[in-house]
């Protein structure tokens, strides 16, 4: 009876050894998901190092296609966390020693390749547009700025600048549109206070940003005035409703801190910057005594504007820490290293230079030396508070 007994499965009894077969298939898969994480990560910081290449190597022409891959990096690292969540959940059907070390180098992968595209992405934008003259306001990487419309609001009537007939409404309208991009700095300056405020900036910083506002708008007034005298044409800027907009606003003080950073870095210290350096050499070749001292005017407080935005660069690192720090280390990193391409228009081969207007050749060498400097400058400012 006993033995009989014996003879039969008890089903309240596990089985004394489960069958080889059942622990294969969940080792497989859980080792199928680690490899996929490791895959994944890979190919997010290939995508992501690609969109810093491409602006770097064709400036705003490939945005879209840094866009495409910084897009296919973000969600390859998004699709990668997932699979590492869910070997993390069945890592104990991988032998003990392996599974956790494993894991763990999938997920520190991972969480490296989330901050590389976190940066590549600011760094991306801000090379897409790094030729703006001075500070701008941005949507999705364009740069905005008001229509022209005729009127005598921005441009009065201060005699007159004789020039060739056949270049006066070319040059003409350059000058315009060196009126639009004063125009469109006063919003962007207002818009800076603001953000100044926001954070807890001192009081000479928030100061300094009203005074190149109205810095700005005499400088529209000046170069919309100018290209009066040159085509005899009133006109100025139409509204501009785009300017009340607010921009998108970082989720936390650090981030904001480190956007506002690498937009003073951007558009303060470098482009207005080059700006500075550019007007200063024209102003010494511009054959119209009242170009030159229009240049002259420009020069100065572009200069001027340049260093405040170093001043705004230097608080946000003492406010912000590492996160502002890596935020320019990456913005450096993503600049262009060369001018924008020449363009074959009429006056960029330089010929314009005497009407107060650059050549390619004379900003693409001022843009390599300030660039240059900055570098220098900014790995001198992050040393520093490493020391």
Known sequence: MLSHESDVANPYHAPRSPPA?????????SRARHLGGWSLALLAI??????????MAGGARLAKVAMVLFGGGAVAALVGFVRALQSLATGGAVQ???????????????????????FGGIMALWAMTGFARGRQLRRRGLV??????????????????????????AVATRWRENGRNEHASVAAFAQLTLELVALGAPPDLIAASQEDGLDETRHAELCFALARAIDARAAGPAPFPAARRSPTRAPTRSLALAALAVDS????????????????RLAKCAADPRVRDVLKELAADEGRHAAHGWDVVRWCVSEGGSIVQDALRGAVAALPHAWR??????GDDGAWGKYGLPGHELEATEYASARANLAARVEELLARRAA
């Open 46 to 55: 290939a995508l992501t190092l690609g969109a810093l290449a491409v602006p």
């Open 341 to 346: 391409e020449h363009s074959g228009a009429a």
């Open 265 to 280: 870095l951007v558009d303060g210290a470098l482009n207005e910057g080059v700006s500075a350096r550019v007007i200063a």
């Open 96 to 118: 003990a020693r392996e599974a956790p070390l494993f894991t763990l180098a999938v997920g520190v992968a991972l969480l490296s390749n989330g901050v590389v595209a976190l």
């Open 144 to 169: 905005l700025q008001a229509d022209i419309q005729d009127g005598p609001a921005w441009a009065t009537d201060g005699g007159t600048v004789s020039l060739p007939e056949n270049v006066r409404a």
């Open 21 to 29: 077969a059942s622990a294969t298939p969940s080792a497989s898969v």
